[in-house]
C-alpha cells in the first residue's frame, strides 16, 4: 500500500483548518491508509513553536522579516524528517496545513520569491496540494466574523499581496509539474468538503 502527501494551502481565512479536519475524518473512515495523520505548518515542534511565538504582534521587530524565511525552512525539514515521512513510508496519509507554499507567498513579500524559492527547492512536493481559493475581500469576512480584531484597511492590503503572490506560487508549481488542484473555497463547507474529496479521490487512484 502507498501512502500520500497532501498540502492544504490558502489564505488566511480561505478555510484550510476546517477542510483538514474533514478530509482526515473521510480519508479515516476509507480504511485505506494505514493512518491518517493531520498536521500543519509553523508545525508543533521546536521551530514551529518558536515561529508562533515570534509571529505575535508584541514580538513582531524581535527577529525581523529577514530571519522568517530560514525559520520556516528549517522547521519545514524538521516537520518532515520527524511527522511526514515516516508515515508515508509506512503506506499512511499525511495532511498538512500549510506547506512550502505559504512561505513561497508570504515570504517572498518580504525577501523575494527567488530566495525562498531556492531555500524551498529541495523538500519532496506533496502527492497532491489542494489550493482553496478564495477572494480576499471573502476571506476578510471570515476572518472578521470568527471575531479577528485586526484593522480593516491594514489586512484588506494584505490579503490582496498574499493572493497575487500565490498566483505567481502556483505558475512555479506548474512549471515543475506539481500535482495542484484549485478548488472553489465559496458555499458552504461541506460544498467545499466534497471538492476537496474529489481531488484526492483523483490523486490517491493515480
Ligand atoms: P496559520 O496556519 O494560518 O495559523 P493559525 O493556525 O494560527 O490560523 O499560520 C500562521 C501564519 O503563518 C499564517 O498567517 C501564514 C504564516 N506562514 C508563513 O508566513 N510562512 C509559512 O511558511 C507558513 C507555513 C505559514
Known sequence: MSGIFIAIEGLDGSGG?????LLRQ?????????????????????????????LK??????????????????DRQHHLDREILPVVAQGGAVITDRYYHSSLAYQSLTVGFDTVAQLNAGFRAPDLTVFLELPA???????????????RFEVID???????????VLSYCAARDEAVVRLDASGS????????????TAAAAT
Not at 158 to 168: D, K, V
Request: charged share 25%; net charge negative.
Open 17 to 21: 483548518t476546517t477542510q483538514s479536519k
Open 158 to 168: 494584505r490579503l490582496r499581496a498574499i493572493e497575487a503572490a500565490y498566483e505567481t
Open 57 to 74: 504582534l508584541e514580538n513582531a521587530e524581535a527577529l525581523g522579516d529577514n530571519v522568517f524565511p530560514y525559520l520556516f525552512a528549517a
Open 137 to 151: 475581500e471573502a476571506c476578510l469576512e471570515r476572518i472578521l466574523a470568527r471575531g479577528g480584531a485586526l484593522e
Open 189 to 200: 463547507v461541506q460544498d467545499i468538503h466534497a471538492r476537496v474529496i474529489s481531488a484526492v
Open 26 to 54: 473521510w480519508m479515516e473512515d476509507q480504511g485505506r491508509w494505514t493512518s491518517v495523520h493531520r498536521t500543519w505548518e509553523p508545525s508543533g515542534g521546536p521551530i514551529g513553536k518558536f515561529i508562533r511565538e515570534n
